[in-house]
């Protein structure tokens, strides 16, 4: 299990405790444009290919055609993508005189484009285009061969492979691969029709001079490949101070192989050593809570931390969470949230110190006063964000979290 997004801070908002099935691998072909879905509460690394729509070959009547072009094929890999609705369009294969239809992903870091090839024409019609920010091992679709001696031109490659250009009307092939053959005006493999593009991208080949039609392009494609899938775990993880000891509590939203977690505090949030553990559930994706007393914490500030330990023996760490240990003197501070200033009421009436940390257990201001029943202290220069106003007086302290903003 890891310990990915934690959502931390004082109140742990509206989340769906349901986890939806996790992401699968996917293939889209034509008709089939939409959307890829991560489910809420997943985030996913994932391979994408595409493969734009090969072009048709030459469509007007009379001498021999030339091939279509082959389309562009792209593929980018993408890590820890959040849950969303991610747009999919996979292009046709053109028809004889028809351009193919391009193909196009939108993930994090924008659209993805696989051109779809040209359709054909007397010269070398043009491979699809691939669009900026395609991934390694991305490429433009082959050339559709021009047609020669009354032979059609042969359909350009479209694929990961490196694709080549259709043959010209002197050979029988279509551009490696999936190119659609040339039709043939004679010899031992006559065929006077163009061949269609095969599999995904690939250029339909043009008839020859006395024959009737030329290939259609192939189709193009998408596939989403699902590498690895990793769970939004530790919804919180909070500690509060109470009489005689700290207690931690921490939430999980789902679990994979977990054995267990297991507490560390530290004194100057460096050098973490274990206190205590707790068992996990093993596998679930239901919601599941903990608590954990450390009944001996030192006075003033303490840090916490979760190691979480797989079965495996795999082992991940929460963020750190950063408290004050007091012995309960009734404090009441108000407002929270404030804009700037601060009321602070207590029964003590000795001299009182008030100190604010951030939540990383740094000391941004202090203030003493000569008597502690009636404080006040100014948070205004401070960023907006939640802070530890720590209040001590007749050898106690007490602590809040406070909202500034």
Request: aromatic fraction near 6%; glycine fraction near 22%; charged fraction near 10%.
């Amino acid at each position: 299990m890891k310990l990915f997004t934690l959502v931390s801070g004082l109140v742990l908002l509206s989340l769906s405790l349901s986890l939806s099935a996790q992401p699968v691998s996917r293939n889209f072909d034509v008709g089939q444009s939409g959307s890829y879905v991560i489910p809420a509460g997943y985030t996913a690394t994932i391979t994408v290919q595409a493969w734009g729509g090969g072009g048709g070959g030459e469509g007007s009547s009379g001498n021999a055609k030339g091939g279509g072009g082959g389309g562009g094929y792209t593929t980018n890999t993408y890590t820890d993508v959040p849950a969303g609705s991610y747009a999919i369009v996979v292009g046709a294969g053109g028809a004889p005189g028809v351009a193919g239809g391009s193909s196009s992903y939108t993930f994090p870091g924008g659209i993805i484009t696989a051109g779809g090839g040209a359709a054909g024409i007397s010269g070398n019609a043009a491979g699809g285009t691939i669009s900026p920010g395609a991934g390694t091992g991305s490429k433009a679709g082959g050339k559709g061969g021009s047609a020669h001696n009354n032979n059609g031109g042969g359909g350009g490659g479209g694929s990961e492979t490196t694709p080549t250009d259709g043959g010209a009307g002197t050979t029988l092939t279509g551009g490696a691969p999936n190119g659609g053959k040339g039709g043939t005006q004679s010899g031992p493999s006559i065929g006077t029709i163009g061949l269609n593009g095969i599999n995904y991208g690939g250029g339909g080949g043009g008839n020859s001079k006395s024959g009737s039609t030329s290939g259609s392009g192939a189709p193009g494609r998408v596939e989403v490949m699902v590498v690895s899938v990793l769970p939004v775990e530790l919804l919180s993880f909070t500690g509060k101070s109470t009489a005689g000891a700290v207690l931690l509590t921490w939430e999980t939203a789902t679990e994979l192989n977990n054995e267990k977690f297991i507490i560390e505090r530290s004194a100057d949030g460096r050098a973490f050593a274990a206190i205590g553990e707790e068992r996990g559930v093993g596998t679930t994706q239901e919601k599941q809570s903990y608590h954990f007393a450390d009944k001996t914490p030192e006075r003033g500030l303490n840090y916490y931390r979760l190691q979480q330990l797989d079965y495996d023996g795999q082992f991940e760490y929460s963020k750190v969470e950063a408290l004050i240990f007091d012995q309960q003197i009734s404090v009441v501070m108000y407002p929270s949230p404030t804009t700037g200033l601060l009321n602070i009421r207590s029964q003590g009436d000795g001299p009182a110190l008030v100190q604010v940390f951030g939540m990383n257990g740094q000391l941004l201001q202090q203030q003493s006063f000569a008597t502690a029943n009636s404080l006040e202290i100014d948070l205004s220069q401070l960023p907006n964000g939640v802070y530890l106003v720590a209040v001590q007086t007749g050898g106690q302290r007490h602590q809040e979290r406070v909202m500034k903003f």
